[in-house]
């Protein structure tokens, strides 16, 4: 079975400063994505990042980019210049493919989030 | 385009009463998913289907059934609520492997659903 674990509770940054949320996995597969999706107050989800194993490249999405150490099992998500809308639950998913009742799907496991706030 | 909608918002239920959760994407999405997130948990399963007509059951099916009459919209059922089912359900959509030729893709949700059963 797969675990996502974020050691952080909570993180606090000033505006326009940059931070870096952790997140470990453990998983015996060698094919899987991993994401980062951010809960604010609205509760909505929205994805802020993907990143493929295959993948050597670490990804970026303009501001938001992740430190991906495949070997260590580690996927960091930093952001920089933060902002005031920055400040949400940051989730951390490992998605791997898994079968039940004769069906496959893509089978995300979330670790516990980390309350961000971004101070003025 | 609206996206991954659910229906209502939040609502209240006594024990013992019945309701079902509607959730409704325009993305043409092979796969539905029907998730509940509880403090301090993460999101946790319950649901899934795979396609019109088909559904399966995920990590915390118990106390819960679900139907996917249209490939739009998947349905979620409380028969008789109960006060540990008490919690925020999301409802998530993606691409299949089979139809896209990817890995399974990327889960968009909806905005979730306040359950309180008191």
């Known amino acids: 079975a797969q675990t996502v674990t974020q050691s952080q509770p909570e993180m606090s940054v000033q505006e326009a400063e940059t931070v870096t949320l952790s997140c470990t996995y453990d998983?015996?597969?060698?094919?899987?994505?991993l994401f980062w999706y951010k809960q604010p107050p609205s509760r909505q989800m929205i994805l802020v990042i993907r990143q493929e194993a295959y993948k050597q490249q670490n990804a970026t999405e303009n501001r938001f980019s992740v430190n991906f150490q495949k070997a260590a099992k580690s996927f960091s998500l930093k952001i920089s210049d933060s902002q005031l809308g920055d400040t949400a639950m940051y989730f951390c998913?490992?998605?791997?493919?898994?079968?039940?009742?004769?069906?496959?799907?893509?089978?995300?496991?979330f670790g516990q989030g980390t309350i961000l706030t971004v101070h003025p | 385009n609206a996206g991954v909608t659910q229906t209502p918002k939040f609502r209240v239920l006594k024990t013992g009463q019945s309701m079902t959760l509607l959730c409704a994407q325009d993305?043409?999405?092979?796969?539905m998913y029907w998730y509940r997130q509880d403090p301090g948990m993460g999101l946790r399963l319950i649901h899934y289907?795979?396609?019109?007509?088909?559904?399966a059951k995920g990590e915390v099916p118990d106390g819960y059934n679900v139907s996917r009459l249209k490939k739009q919209n998947f349905l979620l059922g409380l028969e008789s609520a109960a006060p540990s089912q008490t919690s925020v359900y999301f409802c998530?959509?993606?691409?299949?492997?089979?139809?896209?030729?990817?890995?399974?893709?990327?889960?968009?949700f909806g905005p979730g659903t306040r359950l309180t059963v008191l």
């Open positions: 289907s795979v396609g019109e007509g088909t559904t």
């Open positions: 998913a490992f998605m791997n493919i898994a079968n039940a009742g004769g069906t496959s799907y893509g089978k995300l496991t």
């Open positions: 993305m043409n999405h092979e796969y």
């Open positions: 998983t015996s597969e060698n094919n899987y994505y």
């Open positions: 998530a959509s993606s691409y299949s492997p089979s139809s896209s030729g990817r890995f399974p893709d990327t889960q968009y």
